[in-house]
Nanobody, 124 residues
Framework: QVQLVESGGGLVQAGGSLRLSCAAS????????MGWFRQAPGKERAFVAA????????DYADSVKGRFTISRDNTKNTVYLQMNSLKPEDTAVYYC?????????????????WGQGTQVTVSS
């Protein structure tokens, strides 16, 4: 069992930056691929980024490549999402998720545990 708690969301102007954090419980954090997803009002949950268990591999949605960076610190059981050059269309609830596996995936159904989400609002 893994519990995930996101933090760091808020209101920011377009062009600004935010860093989201996701703290995981348990002693097996390094056994999980970690991902970030987001859900805007009226839309389905969408993949944002994923990172391998040791942090050596990452994957991003095309819409955030070059602007967002996912990272993790296995000593702190935490995964991060640095978001730069934010746009109004980045407004959404952001969720972190954990997958007990080795393959990076953008498929939400492959993830086993989810956080409660944190709101990010980008004003124009």
């Amino acid at each position: 069992q893994v519990q995930l708690v996101e933090s760091g969301g808020g209101l920011v102007q377009a062009g600004g930056s935010l860093r989201l954090s996701c703290a995981a419980s348990g002693r097996t954090f390094s056994s999980y691929v970690m991902g970030w997803f987001r859900q805007a009002p009226g839309k389905e949950r969408a993949f944002v980024a994923a990172i391998s268990r040791a942090g050596g591999s990452t994957d991003y949605a095309d819409s955030v490549k070059g602007r967002f960076t996912i990272s993790r610190d296995n000593t702190k059981n935490t995964v991060y999402l640095q978001m730069n050059s934010l746009k109004p269309e980045d407004t959404a609830v952001y969720y972190c998720a954990a997958e007990y596996g080795v393959i990076l995936t953008a498929l939400s159904r492959r993830y086993d545990y989810w956080g409660q989400g944190t709101q990010v609002t980008v004003s124009s």
